[in-house]
Structures are given as C-alpha cells and as structure tokens.
C-alpha cells in the first residue's frame, strides 16, 4: 500500500532561488562613484557651520557695544544732560546745592580767626553752667 | 627784623604768662582734690534732700493748720528744722560749685575775682552758723524767728554771692575771647597787612581794617562799660535797709544781655578780618 503522504506534490529543488533585494534592482546599494556624488550634493544642501573664529568676534563686538552704550550713559549721567532733557532715571531728586560755609583757610592766621570763631560760639554769655536752686524763700510756720 | 623779634616776645611773653597761671590754677584744684563733677554730684543730691524735707514739712503743717493741736504743731516744728537745713545745705552746696569755677575761670579782673571769693567765705560762715543754731530750735517762734532772719540777712549776701559769680563767669567767657581776638588783629597788622609790597591792595585792605577795628573797638569800650557799671557790695548798713534788696537777677539778666552785644561786635569784627585774611 501507498503512502498517502508520498503522494503529495514534490517541491522542486533545483529552481533558482533569490532574495527580494537581489530580485529589486532599486535596493541595491548604489556603486561607490553615485554614492560619493550623492554626498557632495548633501554636502553642498547643508548650511555652512560658522567657524570659530567668527563666533569671538561676534562676542567681542557683542562686550565692546555694551562697554560703550555703557560709558556713554555715564557720561550723559555725569554732564547732566539726560536731566536737562526731562529724562528721570531714578526716582531720587536732583541734589540739591545749598550755600556751602567757606574753604577752611590753610594759613596759621585763617586757623587762629576759625578757632576765636569757634571760641565765640562756645562761650555765649548767656549759658549757665550752673543754675540757681528753686528753692522756698519764704519758710514759715 | 626788629619788629618781628618785639612781636615775638611780646607773644611768648603773654604765651607763657597764660601758661604760668593756668599751671597754678590747676595746681590748686588738684591739690584741694576736689573736681566740678563732684561738687555738681554734691549739690544735686542736696537737693534732692531737700525735696523729701519739704515734702514732709508741707504734710505736717497741713496737719497742724487742720487739727490745731499741741501735737501736731510739735511734729511740725519738728520737721521745720530739717527743711530749713536741707535749704541752707544746698545753698551752701551751689555756692562750693560756683567758687569752684570762679577759681578756674579766666579774663576776669583779679581783684574783683578776689572780692567775690572773699564774700562766697563769708556767706558760707553765715550759712554755717545758721545751721549751727538749728537743733536748738524748739517751739514754734524761734524757728519761725530763725527762718525770718535767714531770709532777710543772709539771703541777700547769698544772692548777691551767687548772681555776681554768675555774672562774673558770663564776662570772663566774653573777656577771654575779646583778649584772644585783639591778640590776633594785632597779629595779623604787624605779620600780614605792613608787608603787603603792592600800594593799591594794601590801600583797599587798609579801607577793610576800618570797619575791623570799628566794631573791635564798640566791643571794647562796651565791655569795659559793663565792668564799670558793676554794682558795689552792699554794705553791712545796706543789710539794715531796703537796699540789701536789689534785684539781683534783674541786673544780671541785664549784664548777659549786654555781654551778647558785645559778642555781636566781636563777631562782625571777626567775619570782615577773616575775609581781610583771605585777600592777603
């Protein structure tokens, strides 16, 4: 008696087999000299990086404005001018210039007439060093 | 050259004069020990005393003018006698503190400062032997009789003690600063305004020391007015009298009043020789 399995259908052996990517020629790697076109062409698309040299002047040109817009609004502070134009940079009120007492005199004659000035108002006639006592003057029984 | 050399000596003349009393002065507050702070202490406690004494005597004689009675004018007698202690006390107290800065004082005339000292000795033996008396006081009238003599005989010398050393340390503050500042005006003619080489300028400074030595001068002559004007002593007969009486406050306030014109023409004086000094 037959084998019903052996009745089944041989698989052919000898056919000549490929893979998907062999069969597909599109999936095939590209050759060497398309490949190194393919990435010049990428390279040129890319942005340039910018170099670092660049980037220090850029800082330094950065710190130099900032140094001078600074030293300007000192000067501008300093002469006043940001005042005269109306322009309020801080909430405290201009100082105020009240008529200052002379220049201490240098010479051994200015010194003498400052300390009799001194002196003078040291000793106001009118100051007691020690007042009378408050007293009864009228005791009596 | 000569007249650089007489100004120098006579400078260090005055210099070390002022040197010499001052030394003295010192010497004599350290000797007796005695220091203003302590006597100020001294007097300040006295009085202090004193409040607690009248306190008490002014209870007790409410007492005896309410009740009348034999009890309680004996405990009011009794506290009169402390009262009227406590009261010489702190008068003798004050008086010690302004001897005491009489003695140090400077620019006042010597013998008036002499005097003055003489009578504070003298109102201090006053104030002594009152006190002296006062635990033999017993009944009513002679307290009442010692009180009163108090007040009509030693009070006087006391007052007048006391305001004439007040008005003598008021002058001698103004005296001190006047000497010093015509020490200085002198200074600053014979040093500064005789060499000036240039006529026109030391014209114009010439035209300023005018006006200086006008109100130097107003100074001056006001202040040895007041010395002048300063009231004698009162006599052992005025203590009889209604002299012994003057006002002495009244006299006093009027003396300070015309020691502060004196200041004011010393400082105007001084104001137009400082600016003077800083043309030379």
């Known amino acids: 008696m037959d084998n019903p399995l052996e009745d089944t259908k041989e698989i052919p052996t000898d056919v000549d087999q490929t893979t998907f990517s062999q069969s597909q020629e599109s999936f095939q790697a590209p050759p060497e000299e398309v490949a190194r076109k393919l990435q010049l062409e990428e390279d040129k698309n890319k942005p340039p990086e910018p170099k670092k040299k660049n980037l220090k002047l850029i800082i330094v040109g950065i710190l130099g404005v900032f140094v001078l817009f600074s030293v300007l609004l000192l000067v501008l502070l300093r002469s006043g001018m940001l005042g005269e134009a109306g322009t309020t940079l801080s909430p405290t009120p201009p100082p105020v210039t009240l008529p200052t007492n002379p220049p201490k005199s240098q010479t051994e004659m200015g010194q003498k007439l400052e300390s009799i000035q001194q002196q003078l108002e040291d000793n106001n006639p009118a100051e007691v060093d020690l007042d009378p006592p408050p007293l009864n003057y009228s005791i009596s029984l | 050259m000569i007249r650089y050399l007489v100004s120098f000596i006579i400078i260090a003349t005055i210099a070390t004069t002022g040197l010499l009393i001052h030394a003295q002065e010192e010497l004599s507050s350290e ?182 030595d006008f109100h130097a001068q107003a100074a001056d002559v006001l202040l040895q007015q007041i010395v002048k004007d300063f009231p004698p002593f009162l006599t052992p007969e005025d203590l009889e009298t209604e002299k012994r009486n003057p006002n002495f406050q009244t006299n006093y306030t009027t003396t300070v009043s015309e020691l502060q014109k004196v200041s004011g023409s010393i400082r105007t004086s001084l104001r137009f020789l400082t600016e003077l000094e800083r043309q030379v």
């Open chain 2, 31 to 212: 000797s007796s020990g005695v220091t203003f702070e302590q006597l100020q202490s001294d007097y300040l406690f006295q009085l202090e005393q004193y409040r607690k004494a009248e306190t008490r005597f002014n209870l007790d004689k409410a007492e005896f003018t309410k009740l009348q009675t034999l009890a309680s004018r004996e405990k009011a007698v009794e506290s009169m006698r402390p009262y009227l202690d406590a009261r010489a006390h702190v008068l003798s107290t004050y008086l010690r503190a302004l001897q005491f800065l009489l003695n140090q004082a400077q620019g006042i005339d010597i013998s008036d400062k002499n005097a003055t000292l003489d009578k504070h000795e003298q109102a201090q033996s006053y104030i002594a032997n009152f006190r002296s008396q006062i635990p033999s006081l017993v009944d009513r009238d002679s307290a009442n009789k010692a009180s009163s003599t108090f007040e009509q005989q030693g009070l006087p010398l006391i007052f007048e003690v006391q305001y004439r050393t007040l008005t003598l340390l008021a002058i001698g503050r103004v005296q001190r600063v006047y000497d010093q500042y015509e020490l200085a005006l002198q200074e600053f003619k014979t040093d500064y305004f005789e060499p000036i080489p240039d006529e026109g300028k030391k014209a114009q400074i010439e035209r300023g020391l005018k006006d200086v």
